[in-house]
């Protein structure tokens, strides 16, 4: 029996897809939301870190899994090699009903203004595709106050000078410091900076039905015991589910958005949970999977008018995949610093990001999330013994004497660094892979070390005895804030979608995730995804007509 036609096909249950599923069927449309993973509890993983999202050493918790999904990466050798979702250069985003939402840290950041006009401010950079957005700040400033409360975010910016303006307060309070918090923010402000509470999508006080923060050690990387923590699955989509109008499928792997000979999108092709090959029809389709799974879906959507995939007559599809440059330092102390007071991140310093002329971009600073003892084993300095007694001895000493600062590089987008299907390589279900590759701006690397030598003098400050820090190279796999591959812009030649998400060469097919990002920001992306759900889905539902778009 053939699937019932629907309004709309939204695919991938993440941030973005979350929010635009909700906004189109409380809006009235029919949905159906399609997810290649399944549902996931914290029963189901326990605080293994064996199975955190972000370390997996033995498999993703939260997908996908490495028996049906495959990619391809550099060899260093000029070729290609086949590698899993549980290896670092795969690139991996959870797959699951909320997506990263589930296992993200959960940190809650709202880009600054400039970050929407950097070529305006910096100009053109050589070997950059730096541009512009074609939206401002204060044209998203209401949807990130709508993600705020609607997800619900707990924070307190009175204390950072360069906050981006908003109309209203946080609806939750900030969390409170730990004891690595306690000990930053006095070195902090002996040092001249502004240490304020780091925004979160998590649960200060019990909100829109859902209990407070417990406060784990195991919060990043896992499933959230309570359902404190902010994701799509425990929000907007059951708000979706209960109108009626959209059907959740899981276990579905969508193989080919269906584009018709008069450059229209007409469905979906996917593989349901019995591997069986199905059709969705529908009036129009949001892709929302992450910025490589997004670039691939287009890629492998061919048809008569786009031989080269959906939307990439231009050759832009796949193209400026960015991620974060990761940069810091890790300091040693003669006593003990660690409380056990999950999870751990909670003081930020927003000084270094765009306030020196010398430098393009920057990044805020915050401590990081607790190292759990498995991960803590790969944190040394350089030249350490990595096994033997020395490394365990290592272990025991500094587990709970160690701090750490880090924080995100706002990359330059790079043309050439890129998402594309591999001729040859097919996953489980015969799918074109996707292969991702090349490197960093050279700017990415200046900044990741300017950024480390402030976490340096930092923890410095705050009486660490043994400094040292971690900085990005040029070889780089974007993974948990992977974005850039269909960037939004106002030139049909030079982006993929305009403001709104909207494929320039498909009027019928919008995206919804970090693939629309011009550029990354210095900060984590999460609520700029869930921001630009609701501008999108927002967008879509102003402009409904029935079965088409105004």
Known sequence: MANKHVNAVVIGAGAGGGVVAKELATG?????????????????????????????????????????????????????????????????????VGSGTVSYGAMAWRYQPVDFHLKTKYGAVQGSSLDDWPLS????????????????????????????????????????????GIILEKAAKRLGLHPFPIPMLRNSVRYNGRAACIH?????????PVGAKAGTQNTVIPVALKTGNCELRINCMVSEIIVDDRGKAKGIKYFDADNKLQEQTSDLVVVSASASETAR??????????????????????????????????GLFEDEVYDDVGPGACIAINDFNHRFPDIIGGGVLCNEFIRMPFQFTSIRPSGSRMWGKDHKDFQKHNFKRHIAIHGPVQEM?????????????????????????????DNDIKV????????????????????????????????????????????????????????????N???????????????????????LGYWVGGHITENWRGTKMK
């Not at 290649?36 to 993703?60: A, I, N, V, Y």
């Not at 028996?67 to 290609?80: F, H, I």
């Not at 043309?415 to 292969?435: L, N, S, T």
């Open 137 to 180: 700040y204060d044209e998203l400033e209401s949807y990130y106050e709508k993600a705020e409360y609607e997800i619900g975010v707990a924070g307190d910016p009175t204390n950072d000078p360069y906050v981006p303006p908003r109309k209203k307060p946080y609806p939750m309070p900030a969390f409170s410091y730990n004891r690595e």
């Open 216 to 224: 784990m050690r195991t919060c990043v990387g896992f499933a959230c």
């Open 413 to 441: 987008p790079v043309f050439d660094k890129m998402v594309e299907v591999d001729p040859v390589v097919r996953d489980f279900w015969g799918i074109p892979v996707a292969r991702i590759s090349g490197f960093r701006h």
């Open 448 to 507: 990741g070390h300017f950024l480390a030598d402030k976490a340096e003098v930092w923890l410095k400050e705050a009486g660490a005895i043994y400094i040292w820090q971690a900085v990005p190279g040029k070889e780089s796999t974007p993974s948990q804030h992977q974005s850039g591959t269909c960037r939004m812009g106002n030139d049909p030649k030079t982006s993929v979608t305009n403001k709104y998400g909207q494929l320039h060469e498909i009027d």
């Open 28 to 96: 009235g449309l029919t949905v159906v939301l399609i997810e290649r993973g399944r549902w996931h509890t914290f029963d189901e993983h326990g605080d293994d870190e064996l199975t955190s999202q972000r370390t997996f050493p033995l498999k993703c918790g939260y997908g996908p899994d490495n028996e049906r999904n495959w990619r391809m990466a550099p060899d260093g050798k000029n070729g290609w090699i086949k590698v899993f979702p549980n290896q670092w250069s795969y690139g991996n985003n959870a797959a699951c």
């Open 509 to 531: 097919i919008f995206i919804a995730d970090g693939s629309l990002h011009v550029n990354n920001g210095g900060y984590n992306p999460a609520l700029t995804i869930l921001a």
């Open 297 to 330: 879906l287009l890629l492998n959507s061919k048809s008569k008018l786009f031989p080269n995939g959906a939307g990439n007559n231009n050759g832009w599809v796949g193209k400026n995949i960015q991620d974060h440059a990761y940069t810091g330092a890790y």
